[in-house]
């Protein structure tokens, strides 16, 4: 179990791979989590406050280690988080077929098992590497760290990681990224900003996707904006369907503010 944010974390190992890779290589997970095994239920909740602070702080150090490298070759990275189904892989493969004649992106996939993210990202040209979290159910700095000696990406280029999806322990670990954009379906509760706040406290930009589904599912986009503004009033919001296209140039208007294109 991982103690700070009490999911279970793959006490064997992490995978990375790349799309047509015979088989995947192994990355050990002992870079910042602790996982006791005996099952003494008399630990005082001082030891386990200390250990959650010991592991976000390791992953803390790290974080800004790959934030000072991304800075130094000019990549924007972005942290893109979301429950699942909210469309976050749809997303990207629209992203990267409209801009990828314009920019120069790289890409980290996130998941527990399966390369089917990573391939259809690949299919798109970017170059991309899945990494197998296995029961764990968050990236954190030290896997951004080994995909990037992997992907080893151009000065200037636009890294996205698409993390596990879960709204609950990404909120957490910093990656080194600049910016957490926090994906919502309309398929899903306008008051998940109130239910899990943390994500969309941590979060800069808020994409609210399948915007062409609205006729038909009840979702008051509004009252979902103003939930999320009440816990982060700094939140920025874009209304977008991957699907169709509709308000993708708001998304990639900000993303290129991001990056300094004005």
Wanted: aromatic share 4%; proline share 5%.
């Amino acid at each position: 179990m991982c103690d700070t944010c009490g999911c279970s974390q793959p006490d064997d190992a992490v995978t990375f791979r790349k799309p047509g890779q015979a088989a995947p290589h192994t990355h050990s997970h002992d870079h910042g989590h602790d996982h006791p095994h005996d099952h003494d239920h008399d630990h005082s909740h001082s030891r386990t406050v200390k250990i959650e602070v010991d592991v976000l702080a390791r992953n803390n150090l790290a974080a800004q280690r790959n934030r000072g490298w991304l800075e130094a070759k000019e990549i924007l990275a972005l942290n893109l988080v979301s429950s699942p189904g909210s469309g976050k892989t749809t997303l990207l493969e629209k992203t990267l077929g409209d801009l990828g004649g314009e920019l120069n992106f790289v890409v980290i996939e996130g998941d527990q098992q399966t390369l089917n993210d990573a391939e259809r990202i690949a299919a798109t040209g970017a170059p991309v590497l899945q990494v197998n979290t296995g029961k764990g159910c968050h990236l954190d700095a030290d896997m951004i760290h080994r995909a990037l000696h992997e992907l080893d990406p151009a000065d200037g280029s636009v890294l996205m990681i698409e993390n596990v999806g879960n709204l609950v322990c990404p909120a957490l670990f910093d990656l080194g990224e600049a910016a957490k954009v926090v994906i919502i379906s309309v398929t899903e509760g306008a008051d998940k900003p109130l239910k899990y706040p943390h994500m969309f406290a941590a979060s800069d930009l808020c994409v609210i996707n399948k915007t062409d589904l609205l006729p038909y599912v009840d979702f008051d986009v509004a009252a979902c904006e103003a939930a999320a503004l009440q816990v982060n009033p700094r939140l920025e919001f874009v209304r977008v369907s991957a699907t169709t296209g509709e308000g993708m140039d708001g998304w990639y208007a900000w993303l290129k503010a991001r990056r300094g294109d004005g």
